[in-house]
């Protein structure tokens, strides 16, 4: 320390003070760019991030309040009932009919449809599973001479 403040009074008073505005000038550079714009930048991704993570939560909740109604109106529509009830009242309710149904063990049972839209059969599926509580466990669609109709055996169960 004693070296630099020998070697900086060789100059005249100006010379020393724009020397030493010069190096503070040089630390605040310094300072800026290895502490605080790194900083800034991390707090801006953080900024990003979160804000993507609230949009994220803020449709979760959308779809926890959805699946919550989606949930009621279910148990709602005689979701209690026996398994060939729920079946009778979801093919009732989509226009479909039922070539033949034979119930199995374990609360099981095997369905045939023959001669249906695949849209029409398509939406009854997924409203046996998402409004009604019936699980699929084994689908056969055989195409018929019908454009766009079906036949389909089934073997479901209610849990």
């Known amino acids: 320390m004693e070296k630099l403040l020998s ?14 505005a010069g190096v503070l000038l040089l630390v605040l550079v310094l300072v800026w760019l290895i502490i605080i714009a790194p900083l800034s930048h991390k707090r801006d991704l953080l900024l990003v991030s979160t804000n993507a993570n609230q ?24 979701n209690g009932g026996d398994l060939s009830g729920v079946i009778d009242a979801s ?40 409004k009604y509580h019936v699980i699929i466990r084994e689908l056969s669609i055989t195409s018929t001479n019908d454009v766009g109709q079906v036949s389909v055996n089934l073997r479901l169960a209610k849990p």
């Open 7 to 20: 070697s900086l009074s060789k100059f005249n008073r100006t010379e020393q003070m724009a020397i030493l």
């Open 55 to 78: 949009l994220s939560l803020g449709k979760v909740q959308l779809l926890a309040s959805q699946y919550d109604i989606l949930n009621k109106q279910s148990s709602q529509s005689g």
């Open 91 to 130: 093919m009732r309710e989509s226009g479909m009919n039922m070539s033949s149904f034979t119930p199995g063990a374990g609360g099981e049972a095997r369905v045939r449809v023959d001669k249906v839209s695949s849209e029409v059969l398509m939406q009854w599926l997924f409203d046996l599973e998402s």
